[in-house]
């Protein structure tokens, strides 16, 4: 079993800057991505960000140039440093990681979830 937990969500003003964390734990063999995604009331959920195992990122054209996505292999923990804030970027951020357990088989695991609003 393997568990993500988040956090460093909160409020912040348009322009501002959060960092979010999300930490894996658990019977791991490897990591093999570590991304971001968010969800707004009656949105479904997009992809944000992510992080694959050789380093590659990707990121979303709305989000790109502002935020950056990195990992600590040591501590299982990936990292969404969030720039340049607007009130789009309002939403639930989940964290999502494709972990292959002992077993070598591979499974999705989901984050709790962090709220970050973006207001004056």
């Known amino acids: 079993q393997v568990q993500l937990v988040e956090s460093g969500g909160g409020l912040v003003q348009p322009g501002g800057s959060l960092r979010l964390s999300c930490a894996a734990s658990g019977s791991i063999f490897s990591i093999n991505l570590m991304g971001w995604y968010r969800q707004a009331p009656g949105n479904e959920r997009e992809l944000v960000a992510v992080i694959i195992s050789g380093g590659s990122t990707n990121y979303a054209d709305s989000v790109k140039g502002r935020f950056t996505i990195s990992r600590d292999n040591a501590k299982n923990t990936v990292y969404l440093q969030m720039n340049s804030l607007k009130p789009e970027d309002t939403a639930v951020y989940y964290c999502?990681?494709?972990?292959?357990?002992?077993?070598?088989?591979?499974?999705?695991?989901w984050g709790q979830g962090t709220q970050v609003t973006v207001s004056s």
């Open positions: 999502n990681a494709h972990i292959t357990a002992l077993s070598r088989r591979v499974y999705a695991y």
